[in-house]
């Protein structure tokens, strides 16, 4: 069904923004959600966000109004934009196409203070 292709981790100051990129090839996003997770050091994997098929959107309480997803179905690309971030945001943050158990190998996003 495809893989997944995280990428937009990198080094942020406190208050910054990113935009997470995830590309997924084949067929692997046609007609299904996709969700980010991410998982801090010495933590669990942890829910953010997902976006159904046609773009209905469902977010953790921790990143409500400050992250947002989309996609682009003609490109294979869902993204996550982030802003306002806090140091607990640092996390290695992973996308998943849950129908398919299918997970991509983690971006690292650092936030420092």
């Known amino acids: 069904q495809g893989q997944l292709v995280e990428s937009g981790g990198g080094l942020v100051q406190a208050g910054g923004s990113l935009r997470l990129t995830c590309a997924g090839s084949?067929?692997?996003?046609?007609?299904?959600?996709v969700a980010w997770h991410r998982q801090a050091p010495g933590k669990q994997r942890a829910f953010l966000a997902s976006?159904?098929?046609?773009?209905?959107?469902n977010y953790a309480d921790s990143v409500k109004g400050r992250f947002t997803i989309s996609r682009n179905n003609a490109k294979n690309t869902v993204y996550l934009q982030m802003n306002s971030l806090k140091p607990e945001d640092t996390a290695v943050y992973y996308c998943?196409?849950?129908?398919?158990?299918?997970w991509g190998q983690g971006t690292q996003v650092t936030v420092s203070s």
């Open positions: 976006i159904t098929s046609g773009g209905s959107t």
């Open positions: 084949g067929s692997v996003f046609r007609g299904t959600a």
């Open positions: 998943n196409v849950p129908a398919y158990n299918r």
